[in-house]
């Protein structure tokens, strides 16, 4: 095994709800070491059969997915240095969709010939329609790329997990990508990251789910704390008896996890010996000076939504993330910040939001460039105000996922 | 390892009812069969709930005549719901009925994890306020635009026009279909529809299930793909197996 990378783990449970119904489990997984003539690579795979009537062997297409997934990386990690990462981004990017994809195809093809209902039955790929999210995991660097709706989450050494990848919202629906599409490159593009490993990174673990996992927890904070809390697993039981528990408190559907933790490095101290004893005197000043700051001072209830946000960073894209629909409300309708910038507001976050629409608040810089990032992507999705009807308008192409 | 302390959710289903209420329903007995037809479906609308729990199934309605206001304003759990008879009176305000709504489908108080709503349209006239303002303004809302859009038509006098565009874009070729207005001829029609609504709508949109727009629509594009509408009920498909009198 790679000495970057330990403890790959990858479950799929069946959905409380598909259990019930009597049916299969439509999620799939893999967890895999690979060798080639370039090195040793892991590889995390997440899947997603649609389920339904329409796409009834998507237990096959998802699990086939998987399979052709490894297929695709050991036909490129044969030939590839791992020590070319440019390289890797580009395959990444281009030609390991289009393999996959390619891939796909012929094995829900070749399965399809084995299925009774084969003889009277037009093929089409919508039967196997699936999602698919995968990790590659060098010494040197890791990456991903997929389509559809699966969520990739990164741990750092502090323990705190930040969303690092998510299918973006197709046309306001609940819409998903699909293998079963004809191949778009550009939703492939949209999901495909490459990041270096270099020695100061502060990077623990990475978490990759179908969004099953997701959708049953109250919020994003809670999905990224779950997140978190998973690297204190032992096994493969625990995790098995924790998306079973998932699922069952949660949304019902399948779920999936996959999981590599960094090989753990020696803290190194930023901070040269003998320094601590005028950093904990200047600390203790500090307190001091500002807590008799704060006793002066009545916080308003944006302030406190403000340094609670401020306090902790990890969390402020998961916590507007839950607001996008505001967001947009707000571009349409430019009366709802008056009402959420009343001092009556019971909204502190909505507030916020209101506030920082006309520019930046006074508050940390993290919070600005979420906040920003977010009025960003709600004035590409938003709905005009006097447009067609919306059912018209919905993307042509675009899977959905109640 | 205890199981991580983070709250995990069932997903909550929004029903709601847009009732009319304008005293032409109450001839007929149009009104008391309606009172009826939602009273009768709860007992398998919960029993659907019960099924299905990984979806909490919240119940409202709207009553609309010389305005609207909600007739059950809370999201009430559909195991709790003690349905209150609606009265005629008055004229067809359904376009405020549906700012009514819009208003609701907002996010917050909408969760986000919350399943697509399924929204309920019945009535048995045309509307006579702007009704045009009304569904614009229902449809910049991207909940209203993921919701189950349905709508009954109780008799003849009903503007199907207009509860067309509430649904969305009218499918390909001919004969009765969820995506077109349910035209209820009497109560025993009506009762029907409302139970098919409340428990096999109710079902599949309370399942985890993912699907491809562009090949549900048969190409089209329809906001209403996002849950596989269910088969009407067999004895429906055909007009002329519609059982009882035409009385409305």
Partial sequence: ?402 | MPFPNVRLSNRPLHFIYLCDCSGSMAAQGKMQALNQAIRQSLPGMAEVARENPEARVLVRAVRFADQAAWHLAEPTPVQQLQWRDLEAGGITAMGDALNLVADALQSPPMEERALPPVLVLISDGQPTDDFDAGLANLMRRPWAQKAVRLAIAMGHDADLEVLQQFIGPEPSGRGKSPRRPLQASNATTLAQYIQWASTAVVGAASMPASRVAATDTGGATNSQANIPLPDLPPTLLDPSDDVGPLVW
Avoid at chain 1, 73 to 80: K, N
């Fill in chain 1, 1 to 402: 095994m790679s000495p970057s990378w330990q403890h790959l783990q990858a479950c799929s449970v069946i959905g409380a709800a598909h259990r019930r119904q009597q049916k299969p489990c439509q999620d799939a997984s893999l967890s895999v070491d690979l060798k080639g003539r370039g090195g040793s690579l892991q590889l995390l795979v997440v899947a997603d059969g649609h389920g339904g009537r329409r796409y009834r062997l998507s237990h096959r297409g998802s699990a086939l997915a998987c399979q052709v997934s490894q297929e695709a990386v050991e036909q490129w990690l044969a030939c590839t240095p791992l020590q070319d990462p440019e390289r890797w981004r580009q395959l990444l990017e281009q030609e390991l969709p289009a393999t996959i994809h390619q891939r796909w195809l012929a094995a829900i093809t070749a399965d399809w010939a084995l299925q009774p209902d084969a003889e009277h039955e037009p093929f089409s790929p919508l039967l196997y329609g699936s999602t698919l999210g995968l990790v590659l995991l060098a010494p040197q660097w890791w990456g991903c790329t997929g389509i559809g709706d699966w969520d990739l989450s990164a741990i750092d050494q502090q323990g705190h997990a930040a969303l690092l990848s998510e299918e973006r919202e197709h046309g306001g629906s609940e819409a998903t990508g699909s293998l079963c599409q004809e191949l778009d490159q550009q939703l492939w593009h949209e999901r495909t990251q490459l990041h270096p490993l270099e020695p100061q990174t502060d990077l623990q673990a990475l978490v990759l789910s179908t969004d099953g996992v997701r959708k049953s927890c109250a919020t994003d904070a809670d999905y990224l704390q779950l997140c978190a809390a998973l690297l204190d697993l032992r096994d493969h039981q625990e995790l098995e008896q924790g998306l079973s528990h998932i699922t069952q408190a949660g949304s019902g559907d399948d779920v999936s996890l996959a999981i590599a933790h960094r090989a753990s490095k020696p803290r190194r101290s930023v901070v040269p010996p003998g320094s601590w004893c005028w950093l904990l005197l200047l600390l203790a000043a500090s307190s001091v000076g500002l807590g008799a700051w704060l006793m002066t001072r009545q916080e308003t209830p944006l302030q406190a939504q403000v340094r609670q946000l401020c306090a902790n960073p990890e969390q402020i894209q998961a916590t507007l993330n839950q607001r996008r629909a505001q967001f947009k409300a707000l571009l349409e309708q430019p009366l709802l910040a008056n009402q959420l910038q009343q001092p009556t507001s019971s909204d502190p976050l909505g507030t916020l939001i209101a506030t920082s629409q006309s520019g930046p608040i006074p508050g940390c810089a993290a919070l600005n460039d979420e906040l920003s990032r977010q009025w960003q992507r709600a004035r590409a999705t938003a709905v005009p105000a006097k447009g067609k009807m919306p059912g018209a308008a919905a993307p042509a192409a675009a899977p959905r996922n109640p």
